[in-house]
């Protein structure tokens, strides 16, 4: 039986009225993006159809999700919202802190006992609060979800930029800040620009090796990185529903790498298969009464070009398999000849390193069976592997059946290394270098979502590759960048000239799943009586000190630094080792913007400062402007924060001074996370006014006490010559944003509500 069922049957009771509410009030036929937004209002049906990419509107989503890097910050919010208890399902999952090094047993021991105060800290809050707490081990938050909690129709938020894997369930599923997550855990509304909508047909069949991820791969290609910026992609068409279910969260999962709000498809007999093999019988009933409302009408499928802002055809017949990077998710390169003449051209490693298999991307037993088919063929006919093998099974019921059904004693008799039930190296949570700065050129191909610079190892110079489960196992096998299973041959252990047979699997486990110790705990009915203690000399916790609000007279601002070039959430506040500060905001605070390329000398963390004119660190640097009572200001350059929902990106600047972030253009979350945090995140009207920012500049606002929706601002910039230009910037704030920012905070204004 499924978690919450009741309230899913009470979402699905209201949908036949709210969708024919919504038909009536746009006049057209509907989306399933828009049948979802539309029951999910947090008030009626309003006088008039919201404006695409334009309109503020409140939603009230059906459940949320924390992974465990970032649920510290955001229970450490909750916890000063003044409220006994969440207002909606809630989870917790650990996944992110569990370093990948010499495999799952002792990696899960060493996780428990480096990272015990944190773990505790968190099951006790969950408890607390009545929030389900699925423990060290149990899973990727993302294949977790999928597997218990996702549902067609619904609509979740979940604090990692990844939470859109659950759209491969019908779901609309967003990524989020954890401040935006507090605000739903204390009972009020979730708001959202309405999405634009890009439509994908998917025509013809995959085969060979030919793969869902082929398919995203494909539309990264054709949105880049900030392609889906405001946008829900809806995948439809013969080719979408022959899917299945797994794959289905591939594809939606890596939308959060062309910046889209979420991506979903339509609910069908894949999605239903994988309910009930999953013990949710019960909503895949519920979901039948209802299904003609849980996909788009079908005049929307039949003419996309009337409903959509943009459609995209992809025949899945005429797609190969495909290898993105490096660096970039978006850069997309057809396995064999034109990689191989690719990376000649770049002097990218043709050797390749490690053959990475799982993430929340690509973590389900039909990936497992598909790779694990590629490897058996190794075993079979005599070939010894060039490269090592690492496998992140996606959850603990995965695993469990993937062991009992021999999926993974293939791996091993390959000497793979199977990792934790967790993320490990896909966040850069992998214990590859002892030295990872100073390590050497290299190159890696894994089936994660993400491979900017240092993301998997920390290593500068290790190129990472994005690849399907099946086509990662077959390059690594081959121990070359450039191989292609479908032509090339390789020599075996005798001499002999093989070729891979093209990969096979299942689409669910023949047997059904099987898990003796999934690892959740369910929460007290009553928490009012658990204790929840932080030590002020803690290294990890720290209780959080509301924001100061910021004012409306920002005068002699000084730059702190101005970004060079791509600058993700990685480059301000990074993983890897910095996870064990995720709940501390001092602490972590000593990452900010470390990686972010200073555009005056193109070096990182390496920043002047105007009081004493020397270089230092980033981090250090704003502290002595925030010990002079100075705010700061942030240049950046276009799609500034892309990448994870960490709020962390936007707190730190805030705890260090940081007053006002200027750019060409944001990525969505990141944007969010700033107005969230009472600060000011700006945008210049002429984006050749990044141009006229020098090192020694002082930042006056002049017009900010007028702070109003849809009215730019005036800055004036004065140079260390004494000469001035005055800029103008534009916001997306509107009312209830501004009214955060002059409150210092969101947060500080769900507290003076609820006091």
């Given amino acids: 039986m499924a978690f919450d069922i009741k309230m899913i049957r009470d979402v699905y009771s209201k949908f036949p009225e709210r969708v024919e509410a919504a038909r009536k ?436 110079n290790t190129h990472a590759f994005v690849a399907s489960p099946e086509l990662v196992a077959a390059v690594a096998i081959a121990g070359r960048l450039d191989f292609n299973p479908m032509t090339d041959t390789l020599i075996n252990e005798n001499g002999e000239e093989v070729r891979l047979d093209e990969p096979t699997g299942w689409e669910l486990p023949p047997k059904g799943f099987d898990v003796k110790e999934n690892g959740y705990v369910e929460p007290v009915e009553d928490g009012s009586g658990v204790e929840i203690t932080v030590s002020p000399t803690s290294e990890r916790l720290e209780l959080l000190t509301p924001f100061t609000p910021i004012g409306n007279e920002i005068k002699g601002a000084k730059l702190l630094i101005k970004a060079f070039g791509k600058c993700t959430t990685d480059h301000i506040s990074m993983a890897g080792p910095w996870l064990r500060y995720r709940g501390h905001l001092d602490n972590i605070s000593n990452n900010m913007l470390i990686g972010a390329v200073n555009a005056y000398n193109k070096q990182t963390n390496f920043v002047k400062s105007q009081l004493t004119g020397e270089y230092g660190g980033v981090p250090d640097t704003a502290r002595t402007y925030k010990a002079e009572g100075i705010y700061t200001v942030v240049v950046g350059d276009h799609n500034y924060g892309e990448g994870s929902s960490r709020e962390h990106a936007a707190m730190e600047p805030r705890h260090l001074g940081v007053a006002a972030v200027i750019v060409k253009s944001f990525a969505r979350i990141h944007e969010t996370n700033l107005k969230k945090q009472g600060m000011l995140g700006l945008t210049f009207v002429n984006e050749n006014d990044y141009d006229l920012i020098q090192e020694d500049d002082t930042f006056n606002f002049l017009d900010l006490d007028q702070f109003s929706p849809g009215k730019p601002l005036t800055i004036e910039v004065v140079h260390a010559d004494g000469t001035k230009d005055n800029i103008m910037v534009n916001h997306t704030y509107n009312e209830g944003q501004i009214e955060w920012f002059n409150e210092g905070s969101a947060l500080n204004l769900i507290k003076k509500q609820n006091a």
């Fill in 25 to 460: 009030l746009t006049g057209k036929p509907l989306t399933l993006s828009e049948k979802i937004l539309y029951t999910h209002l947090w008030d009626k049906i309003p006088a008039e159809a919201f404006k695409r990419g334009q309109d503020y509107v409140d939603f009230a989503p059906d459940r949320i999700a924390c992974q465990d890097a970032t649920a510290q910050m955001a229970l450490l919010q909750f916890m000063q919202a003044g409220k006994q208890k969440v207002a909606v399902p809630t989870t917790v999952h650990c996944d992110h802190l569990i370093q990948a090094k010499e495999g799952a047993a002792k990696d899960l021991k060493r996780a428990n006992d480096v990272s015990s105060e944190v773990f505790d800290f968190l099951a006790s809050v969950s408890n607390k609060y009545g929030i389900g707490f699925w423990e060290p081990g149990a899973g990727i938050i993302h294949q977790v979800v999928l597997e218990n909690y996702a549902f067609p129709g619904g609509m979740m938020i979940g604090t990692d930029s990844h939470t859109v894997n659950a759209g491969g369930l019908g779901m609309v599923a967003i990524g989020v800040g954890g401040a935006d997550a507090v605000d739903v855990m204390a009972g009020m509304p979730w708001e959202l620009k309405f999405p634009k909508l890009i439509g994908v047909r998917l025509t013809g069949k995959l085969s060979g090796w030919t793969a869902p991820k082929d398919v995203i791969l494909k539309v990264a290609e054709i949105l880049t990185v900030k392609g889906g910026t405001g946008a829900i992609v809806e995948y439809f068409g013969p080719g979408a529903t022959a899917m299945s279910c797994t794959g289905k969260g591939t594809i939606c999962n890596m939308g959060a790498e062309i910046g889209a709000t979420t991506s979903t498809f339509g609910y069908d007999e894949s999605m239903e298969r994988y309910l009930r093999v999953t013990d949710r019988e019960d909503v895949a009933d519920e979901a039948n009464k209802i299904k003609e409302h849980l996909t788009a009408d079908a005049e929307v499928y039949d003419n996309p070009e009337h409903y959509f802002d943009q459609v995209i055809e992809i025949n899945l017949s005429e797609l190969g398999p495909l290898l993105n990077g490096p660096f970039t998710p978006d850069l997309s390169t057809t396995a064999g000849k034109e990689m191989t003449e690719k990376a000649k051209a770049n002097d990218w490693p043709l050797k390749v390193e490690w053959g990475l298999i799982g993430s929340c991307t690509n973590s389900s037993y039909e990936d497992l069976s598909r790779a694990a088919s590629i490897a058996q063929q190794a075993l079979d006919k005599n070939l010894k592997t060039k490269a090592e093998f690492g496998i992140n099974p996606g959850s603990e019921q995965v695993r469990y059946t993937a062991e009992r059904d021999g999926i993974l004693e293939v791996f091993e008799k390959l000497d793979a290394t199977i990792f934790t039930n967790a993320c490990g190296p896909c966040i850069g949570q992998w214990a590859r270098y002892s030295d990872p700065k100073n390590a050497p050129k290299n190159s890696i191909v894994h089936s994660f979502n993400r491979n900017f610079a240092k993301r998997a190892d920390g290593n500068p």
